[in-house]
């Protein structure tokens, strides 16, 4: 274990090694409305607060809302810049459809929404504008996320340019993170536990720049779980990757036996986590203890926004 700084990156790295980046942007997808319904007081109005989670194939978004039990099949909440959506389902989750499309509607979003922040930020300030720059990796590109990949947040273009001054390469893959993503595992037997679906897409450029960089003897190092988790999914059983898109509920726990993960950098996660259980499958259950009561003695910063690690099996070693 070695106690570094982000910036060191280009010297724990080598010629030659690969870094997954997913370039998924989040979207502000907060939003404070109001629904008016007429009772025997005359017309009264209610506070809504959404949260949009993924657009669905007839065109309506999947969604959640405080307070849910204030909102009734047909009716209609109002958001700012001519912002408005109908309830057109309750059952098996809300979901809403905007009166708004295409660009229409992405410019009343960025206008109208917040930045989705995590509850133990959220609980201490609301989302102002600035968000929308810091929540967001500096290759953000394609929108539909309702998380950060935060791994990514460490990077900026000077890092970048070091990374690839020492012959780094970098890929860019998608994986749109949803709201599931930091839910902890609730059951007893892990395999039991039903993981969130988020839709990814591994292009058949980028599949090509994994597999020559493997084939050259290079580390594949995925930045996040995200990345990871996306990648795991397109690999073929022999470590080939494949061109993918679609949705993924991989879970990886201990046991997993990874196809095409070399290394990964990640935060520090949450005890009975998704993520620190798919950490543990990369590294070793005991190890990982180890790590994190390093990393709790050293007053290391857990979350989002916290500090980062970059992690190597022994069994990944190359050259």
């Keep these: 274990m070695q106690d570094l700084r982000v910036f060191d990156l280009p010297d724990l790295l080598r010629d030659g090694d690969r870094l997954i980046l997913n ?3 989040v979207i502000p997808a907060r939003l404070f409305g109001q629904r008016f319904r007429d009772s025997a007081q005359g017309r009264v109005s209610a506070k809504v607060e959404v949260t949009l989670l993924e657009p669905q194939a007839n065109g309506s978004w999947s969604a959640l809302a405080k307070p849910l039990r204030k909102l009734a099949l047909g009716e209609t ?3 700012d810049a001519g912002l408005s959506a109908d309830v057109v389902g309750l059952d ?13 509607f992405d410019a009343a979003l960025n206008q109208a929404g917040a930045m989705p922040l995590p509850p133990y930020i959220a609980a201490k300030r609301p989302a102002d504008a600035q968000d929308k ?6 290759w953000a590109r394609n929108q539909g996320a309702v998380a950060a990949p ?10 970048i340019a070091a990374l690839k001054s020492k012959g780094v390469s970098v890929t860019f893959v998608t994986l749109h993170v949803g ?3 930091f839910l902890p595992v609730t059951v007893d037997d892990v395999t039991t536990h039903r993981m969130h679906a988020e839709w990814g897409e591994v292009t058949p450029e980028a599949a090509a720049q994994i597999n020559a960089t493997h084939a050259a003897g290079g580390r594949i190092i995925p930045v996040g779980t995200t990345a990871l988790r996306l990648i795991e999914t397109a690999a073929s059983e022999d470590g080939t990757m494949m061109p993918w898109q679609g949705d993924t509920d991989i879970f990886i726990y201990p046991g ?10 990640t935060n520090f996660h949450l005890p009975k986590s998704t993520l620190l259980m798919l950490v543990s499958a990369l590294m070793g259950a005991d190890l990982v203890k ?6 709790v003695a050293k007053k290391y910063r857990f979350f989002s926004y916290g500090d980062a690690s970059l992690l190597f099996p022994e069994n990944a070693a190359k050259g």
């Design 23 to 25: 370039d998924t942007k």
């Design 77 to 79: 909440v109002n958001f």
């Design 92 to 104: 098996g989750g809300l979901r809403l459809r905007f009166n708004l499309s295409g660009s229409d």
């Design 133 to 138: 720059e810091d929540y967001q990796t500096i």
């Design 150 to 159: 935060t791994a990514s947040l460490h990077f900026d273009e000077a890092l």
């Design 179 to 181: 709201a599931g993503t």
């Design 256 to 265: 997993y036996r990874f196809r095409i993960t070399d290394g990964l950098m």
């Design 290 to 295: 180890e790590v994190y009561a390093h990393a």
